[in-house]
């Protein structure tokens, strides 16, 4: 059974930072790019980031570039997204995703592209 459990959201003052980290299990994952996705209450679900299988490739939403960095550790099936300089508009529920083609050559940042999703985190940045 495939599963994506995200952790480390939480209420942050602006300009703030938080981890949040995704633990997978059920599949290779490191044959997989992961992404987080987020949504804003009456918004519809957006690209944040991704990086590839290898770890040689990311991609951010134009938003967040500068501010938010996506890794991962193989070895521990997890994808991590490090959040500095936060903003009330970051205000969202945070999943991360797991692409559905192993090794796929190009990052994709479209979400039906992505096979198996967390359940959230939430993340809230107050003014």
């Known amino acids: 059974q495939v599963q994506l459990v995200e952790s480390g959201g939480g209420l942050v003052q602006t300009g703030g930072s938080l981890r949040l980290s995704c633990a997978a299990s059920?599949?290779?994952?490191?044959?997989?790019?992961l992404a987080w996705f987020r949504q804003a209450p009456g918004k519809e679900r957006e690209f944040v980031a991704a990086?590839?299988?290898?770890?040689?490739?990311?991609a951010y939403a134009d938003s967040v570039k500068g501010r938010f960095t996506i890794s991962r550790d193989n070895a521990k099936n997890t994808v991590y997204l490090r959040m500095d300089s936060l903003k009330p508009e970051d205000t969202a529920v945070y999943y991360c995703?797991?692409?559905?083609?192993?090794?796929?050559?190009?990052?994709?940042?479209?979400?039906?592209?992505?096979?198996?999703w967390g359940q959230g985190t939430q993340v809230t940045v107050s003014s």
């Open positions: 995703a797991s692409d559905s083609i192993p090794r796929r050559i190009a990052l994709t940042t479209t979400h039906n592209r992505y096979d198996y």
């Open positions: 059920g599949r290779a994952f490191s044959n997989y790019g």
């Open positions: 990086i590839s299988w290898s770890a040689r490739s990311t």
